[in-house]
């Protein structure tokens, strides 16, 4: 390290520093608390939870009822599953499926990560969630908080070799950067167990050190030319090479993120940059080196401008460079050319190279529920205990079933036809490549709404489409409750991101490969207001655009000012 981080001190750095490093590595008194009978967690508690894979919220939509009455907040929390890849077995999915219905709100939901979020766990069934999870061979440690975080990997199923290497460096990665701290095991999973004999052992943090990261951190391994899983958003994002079936390395892409804050022009959504080119066996030590810049020179004094994006951004791509192979000892190769040429959903049936089949399941905002003579979740639960599938949660929010018998895969249609899914491509319309991150009633930083409003507001434009003879055309729209962009509204064709209540700021131009940012055009939009406000500029695509240019193309080439002037 440039300096040691644990000398600084409480009052040194912003106050999550400080409460870093008095943590005794992530403990805290958290277990004092989860011991009381409060319901809820103190600031410093919600701060060191993170780490350990769950966030404290509240039901919102309670809050003005419970306030008149005199009552505390509907305190809640929200658990989230770390998982590689998004690979789990089907008695994975049936444990998390189990929680929600025992400890949580009844419904599952897939993040734009990979992972599984359950919301409305009360603080008193903390502990059983976190076991649960971690029996089923899962783990919620550093799903959350200033680490690295879920690994995200193209969930595909293996064909050849190369694919399995792949997949092998999603988990290698997740494994190395995972971190060493004792504190979770103690806490969630063996009680007092550690406290004997191996307390001895001087603790550490070898990557992360005392004070962890500044920031959350993101890493995303991308097959060859396909970019399912958004690389250009990662702080670190590996894209294969292959060559006749063998995977000759990566090209490292470093520095991107979505997240900004209104108003705060030092706060800015940034795409990933070329930065190397590595060889298989070299990528640990490489991801490792990155990673340790970040933890020596991000900014610890302010946290919006503490990813690693704004290193990046503001030193640049030499001097970066400079630092990491300084601590390599060694220079780095040159990152190949970077060819993106789909973003695949993965959905419908597909072959695998072994003969058997995988199917892709579009999922609304990755939310599994039972409504009305909507029942996906008992279809899924279904699925998992009679069919036993493989599953694997798409960057995208939807779930892939794998390793399928054509008789397996009859069945599974015929039980999601029968609980009333949606299984032919072309009735999802534009949904199909939509996100939305869950906002209100859960999110406490939501200033919008999100998950709730999408399919409303999906089902006008997709009239206006129609309307326009465009009803077949991909359009891609990701919308958020606020700018933190955890459905990655920067990137693609429209980004629709809250900034007050029932109002949005539109972001145009982004590619349809994602490989760049789209921008801030208007801002201010009322939420009933806003397919009238497209509408206009999907006509000027349908009259102006190139053979087969999609809309985000279309707006990036002819420039703003050529749409504000319609």
Not at 108 to 125: A, C, M, P, W, Y
Not at 244 to 259: A, C, N, P, Q
Not at 512 to 523: I, P
Request: hydrophobic share 40%.
């Amino acid at each position: 390290m440039d300096k040691d981080l644990a000398s600084l001190g409480p009052g040194a750095g912003s106050k999550v520093e400080a409460l870093k490093i008095g943590s005794r590595y992530l403990r805290g008194d958290l277990v004092e608390q989860l011991g009381n009978e409060a319901s809820h967690l103190t600031e410093d508690g919600i701060a060191l939870l993170k780490f350990h894979g769950s966030y404290q919220q509240e039901d919102r939509d309670q809050r003005a009822a419970r306030k008149a009455a005199g009552q505390e907040k509907a305190w809640q929390f929200m658990v989230r599953s770390r998982i590689p890849g998004g690979e789990m077995t089907s008695a994975q999915y049936l444990t998390h499926d189990d929680i929600a219905q025992r400890y949580g709100n009844g419904t599952v939901r897939l993040t734009t990560r990979q992972s599984i979020q359950l919301h409305g766990v009360l603080k008193k069934n903390l502990r059983s969630t976190i076991r649960e999870i971690n029996d089923a061979l899962l783990s919620t440690l550093a799903a959350c908080g200033d680490v690295n975080r879920n690994v995200m990997g193209c969930p595909a199923p293996l064909s050849d070799r190369a694919d399995a290497r792949i997949h092998e460096t999603v988990h290698a990665i997740m494994k190395h950067l995972a971190p060493r701290t004792r504190a979770y095991h103690e806490i969630w999973i063996d009680g007092q167990r550690l406290d004997m004999g191996k307390q001895a052992e001087p603790e550490c943090e070898p990557i992360y050190g005392s004070t962890y990261l500044p920031r959350k951190f993101k890493v995303g391994v991308a097959h060859a030319s396909d970019n399912c899983i958004d690389v250009f958003t990662q702080d670190i994002g590996l894209i294969s090479a292959l060559n006749g079936g063998r995977l000759e390395g990566f090209t490292v892409v470093i520095g991107g993120g979505m997240g900004m804050t209104h108003n705060k022009p030092n706060t800015y959504p940034f795409a990933a940059k070329p930065f190397c080119f590595v060889e298989p066996e070299d990528v640990l030590p490489l991801v490792e080196a990155i990673v340790t810049v970040q933890r020596d020179h991000g900014d610890r004094t302010d946290r919006r401008h503490a990813r690693m994006k704004y290193v990046v951004a503001e030193r640049g791509i030499p001097w970066f460079r400079e630092q990491v192979e300084a601590r390599l000892g060694r220079k780095l190769l040159d990152p190949r050319p970077i060819v993106i040429e789909n973003v695949d959903d993965h959905l419908g049936k597909h072959r695998q190279a072994d003969g058997r089949w995988f199917f892709g399941l579009f999922i609304q905002s990755g939310r599994i529920k039972d409504e009305g003579d909507f029942r996906l979740r008992t279809a899924l639960r279904r699925i998992a205990q009679e069919v036993n599938p493989g599953m694997r949660i798409t960057a995208q929010q939807n779930l892939l079933f794998t390793d399928l018998t054509q008789e397996q895969y009859a069945r599974i249609e015929s039980l999601l036809r029968e609980h009333g899914a949606e299984v032919d491509l072309a009735r999802l319309g534009v949904a199909r490549y939509s996100m939305a991150c869950p906002a209100v009633p859960t999110c406490g930083l939501a200033v919008a709404e999100g998950e709730r409003a999408l399919p409303a507001l999906l089902a006008q434009i997709e009239s206006e489409l129609d309307a326009l003879g465009l009803g077949d055309e991909r359009l891609s729209i990701r919308m958020t409750g606020c700018p933190n962009g955890c459905a990655r509204p920067y990137m693609g064709d429209v980004g629709l991101v809250g900034r007050s209540a029932g109002l949005y700021d539109v972001f145009l131009g982004g590619d349809w490969e994602n490989t760049h940012l789209n921008a801030h055009f208007a801002g201010g939009i009322r939420y009933e207001n806003i397919a009238e406000f497209l509408r206009p500029l999907l006509t000027k695509w349908k009259a102006d655009r190139l053979a087969g240019e999609a809309f985000g193309n279309y707006a990036h080439r002819v420039g703003f000012d050529a749409l504000h002037s319609f």
